[in-house]
């Protein structure tokens, strides 16, 4: 589905597409869910939500959302103000489960469809959080590392602007543990950036 740029005035509209999107209808059960504004200087570029975010209609209302809020350091009516924070992710809609119980990647229809469009009926944002690898391949391209861990332990090499994040899961406590730099040298770099951003904009 081709869109051309989108004016100034067509977000409203774009979101009501967006809201009435059936590209994938025959593999999922449409929901789209994200948050934007025109005046959030923060975008979270997360992976698709999962099963309780698709009951819920609410981003990351989920443990991973907690999570990602400890690691940002920021509260819940802090992370749910769309006029500071965005929240994008790559799939807007609840894939579905794999055969081992994990979720699917997200659709990759509805980047194509709807991301250009969409970031660029947007203002550049101050800082974009690319959480996942899905997030790190459309935004990073070819600056991405050949892993996950390898990217988001470069994390200097694409701030202020960017910061790549690992999915704040269950499934990668794991990782976290074997990287202690992540909690030790990232998190306080993330918590600073991100409060600057929003007491800038308060």
Known sequence: MAHPRAKPDSL????????ACRLCAEHLEPRPVLRVSRTARILIAGQAPGLRVHKSGI????PSGDRLRHWMGVDADTFYDESRIAI???????PGYSPSGADK???RECARAWRG????????FALTLVVGSYAQAWHLGSRAKPSLGETVRAFAEYAPDIIPLPHPS???????????????DLLPYLR?????LLCSAS
Do not use: Q, T
């Open 170 to 184: 269950w499934r990668n406590n794991a990782w976290l543990k074997k990287n202690p730099w992540f909690e030790r």
């Open 105 to 107: 990647p997200p659709r």
């Open 117 to 124: 469009p969409l970031l660029e009926a947007l203002p550049d």
């Open 192 to 196: 600073a950036r991100v409060a600057a």
């Open 59 to 62: 981003p990351f209302s989920d």
């Open 12 to 19: 409203s509209r774009l979101l009501a597409e967006i809201g």
């Open 88 to 94: 994008i992710p790559m799939g807007f809609c609840f």
